[in-house]
């Protein structure tokens, strides 16, 4: 293996000044001339021109150099082909150092190699293959077949034996007459076809040529036919195929996440190529580590998010700006080298709203990558139930990912949460993601806990940078798809908002956006939508309503979208309707100290149960009855179950998830967590601490200032 000098390039010397040409004195042009020795074509131009100097070509001067002193002249450095030892060049044509020269060498051949390769009088590794009269066939590798005839055989060979062989002859055709060759001591080089390297973007035009592709494996998928590679470099992918038999793996010692070289011819494949595999090796050492260093540095340019000017003016969002390109990149980068997107979401306006425009962004990237069917093997959204990445969710979604990888070869996914992710009750389930190496990025506008931030690859959270909840995920999350995929805008400008109405967002931020989709959009309309998506997530549960929601969200049929949305909102209404009128008359209200009005509601025992509107509707729902009912009052409402509490409130300073800690550690035995919102929240009790649970929220409530 040889090495260019990189201090003078190759050439052996270094060029250190110049000087004027001693022969014709710096005036580039030949003093003599013999005419009789110019061709027709020369005479011409020197009758037109002159004749330039032959030591200067007309220059004028001369190059002065000196001897390289980093490779003595040599102009590059040679490493042993077999031990890796430097060594001072060829002996015996071989590029080896003096001490394994002395030993015989025996070449192996790789797949791609053919009779081309192959030299008389050389000795080569072989398979004995097949036994006959009149000698032994044996394998060079799986192209080449060569005969011992029995005249040259001393001793018997049997089928499967690995045996060492002297080329006798290569005769017309690619017949080869071989001799067995017995070596006490030899060493073993490994022989390759020289084919060019070639990247992705260059094998388009390459068909019916043989070359060699250099990157990383990114999917191995078994098909009822041969196994196919999909390969990535630092210009794209290539599918290659390698066919052992019907349905088995071929390779099966490579996998994904690994550097390789594949050889094979480019072939046709309707619209696109494929490499035919004729040979696949496992890299390592510098070249891996330099295929990697090359494909990384391409990725990281080619993954780079979009410039954009936000939609809005926002203080905020531009202070969140840095969080936000760093999401978007590795979203980007998780597209380009084929890692699955898993996207979950809270099952709310919000939530659906931020899905879909990461959704809206990131699918359109996927196909252009993977091809047409690319979204239904790299891409999943799930709705959560719970406001957090729960425990059924991450089971779930492990679940998945180990038989993708097991049916596809595909590598685990990258899990974005969007309005569910920042609060430590996420931890638990992001432990155990990491166990089988899930990243997992987060985009929320939840109170956030310091302690996540150990599990996730980024973080996007208004509260990071002086923000509040005001600020939703379908806010964040719309821009953030602008970052990926800046030709969705026009598709998904007005998700910010839908959303800001559903999450009911009083932001400065939220009424521009609502202002400037008001040419298409009435704020009614925004509402009914909002409603809608809540009305269809409920009874979605752990479905995505692939379809539905896009129809909801008019990404389809205009008309359809309408009359959807009017017959859900229809219904929707009607259901709260009846349970409104159920539980007011239910309503308890007491004065706190602080002149806040608590409103507290048994939802368990006072409310249709396992309909819409769910606990948590049910109570916002009688929050703005009694925020209407107490005009210009705090109002802090409280709809409580056996082992829950869900907290509405106006005009109180509230810190739910300061309070949820205090809760769990004053009320011993109370199993008390949640969190939320600072104002709005929901918590969690083991049932038979109940009173004591709601005594001291009540307490806490009571003593908090209010506006």
């Not at 009614?524 to 995505?544: G, S, T, V």
Request: hydrophobic content about 35%; glycine content about 8%.
């Amino acid at each position: 293996m040889s090495e260019k000098c990189k201090e003078c390039g190759g050439k052996g010397y270094k060029v250190v000044g110049s000087k004027k040409c001693p022969d014709c004195k710096g005036a580039g042009k030949s003093k003599s001339v013999d005419l009789m020795k110019l061709s027709e074509k020369d005479m011409g131009s020197f009758l037109r021109n002159g004749s330039n100097c032959s030591k200067c070509s007309g220059a004028g001067e001369i190059e002065l150099t000196e001897q390289c002193t980093v490779c003595s002249g040599k102009g590059a450095f040679y490493k042993c082909r077999i031990c890796g030892v430097a060594t001072e060049g060829l002996y015996n044509g071989e590029e080896v150092c003096p001490s394994c020269a002395k030993k015989q060498i025996v070449y192996k051949l790789d797949d791609s190699c053919n009779i081309e390769e192959l030299e008389v009088g050389k000795l080569y590794h072989a398979v004995v293959r097949n036994i006959a009269d009149f000698g032994v066939f044996v394998d060079l590798n799986s192209n080449l077949r060569g005969l011992i005839h029995s005249s040259n055989m001393k001793e018997e060979l049997k089928v499967g034996e690995d045996v060492i062989v002297s080329v006798k002859e290569i005769k017309p055709k690619g017949k080869m007459d071989l001799v067995p060759r017995k070596l006490k001591e030899y060493q073993t080089v490994e022989l390759e076809k020289d084919l060019p390297v070639k990247l992705a973007s260059e094998v388009q035009k390459l068909v019916g040529t043989s070359v060699r592709v250099e990157g990383e494996v990114i999917q191995v998928k078994q098909t009822a036919g041969p196994t196919i590679f999909t390969i990535a470099d630092e210009t794209g992918q290539i599918s290659a195929a390698a066919f052992e038999s019907a349905g088995e793996r071929a390779y099966p010692h490579i996998n994904s996440d690994m550097i390789v070289s594949a050889t094979g011819e480019i072939t046709a494949r309707g619209d696109s190529v494929q490499l035919e595999i004729k040979s696949l090796k496992k890299l390592s050492g510098p070249k891996e580590g330099d295929i990697r260093r090359r494909i990384e540095a391409a990725l990281d340019r080619r993954a780079e998010p979009h410039d954009i000017q936000y939609m809005v003016e926002s203080e905020v969002l531009e202070r969140l700006r840095p969080a936000m390109r760093r999401v978007a990149k590795e979203i980007r980068k998780a597209i380009i080298t084929s890692v699955p997107i898993l996207l979950r979401h809270h099952a709310d306006a919000d939530g659906m709203t931020a899905a879909m425009a990461i959704e809206k962004a990131v699918v359109p990237l996927i196909k252009e990558v993977n091809g047409q069917d690319g979204e239904y093997y790299f891409y999943k959204r799930a709705p959560s139930k719970a406001p957090f990445y729960e425990m059924a969710d991450v089971v779930r979604d492990i679940s998945f990912a180990l038989e993708d990888t097991m049916r596809h070869g595909q590598k685990m996914p990258l899990v974005v949460s969007v309005d569910n992710g920042s609060s430590i009750e996420n931890i638990p389930a992001m432990r155990q993601a990491g166990v089988y190496g899930i990243r997992m990025i987060v985009v929320d506008h939840h109170h956030p806990d310091d302690e996540v931030d150990e599990f996730l690859v980024a973080h996007v959270n208004p509260a990071h940078v002086g923000g509040d909840f005001g600020i939703t995920a379908g806010m964040l999350c719309t821009e953030l798809a602008r970052m990926i995929n800046m030709d969705v805008e026009k598709d998904i400008r007005h998700l910010p908002a839908v959303a800001a109405v559903g999450d009911r967002s009083e932001a400065p931020e939220a009424k521009e956006y609502i202002r400037m989709v008001s040419d298409k959009y009435s704020l009614q309309d925004l509402k009914d939508m909002a409603l809608a998506l809540d009305f269809e997530a409920y009874w979605l549960k752990f479905n995505n309503g692939k379809g539905i929601i896009d129809d909801i969200l008019n990404f389809g049929d205009e008309k359809i979208h309408r009359k959807l949305v009017k017959v859900l909102c229809e219904q929707a209404n009607e259901m709260i309707d009846e349970q409104i009128d159920v539980c007011m008359s239910h309503v308890k209200t007491q004065t706190l100290p602080n002149g806040a009005l608590l409103n507290v509601l048994d939802v368990e025992n006072y409310a249709h149960t396992f309909t819409f509107p769910p606990p948590g509707k049910t109570s916002g729902e009688v929050h703005d009855q009694l925020c209407r009912k107490y005009e210009g009052k705090p109002v802090i409402t409280l709809g409580y179950g056996p082992d829950f509490a869900v907290i509405r409130s106006r005009g109180v300073k509230m810190n739910i998830p300061r309070m949820v800690r205090e809760l769990h550690e004053e009320v011993r035995g109370g199993g008390v967590n949640g969190g939320g919102h600072l104002v709005v929240g929901s918590i969690k009790f083991v049932e038979g601490m109940r009173t004591e649970v709601l005594s001291k929220l009540a307490e806490k409530i009571g003593a908090v200032e209010v506006e």
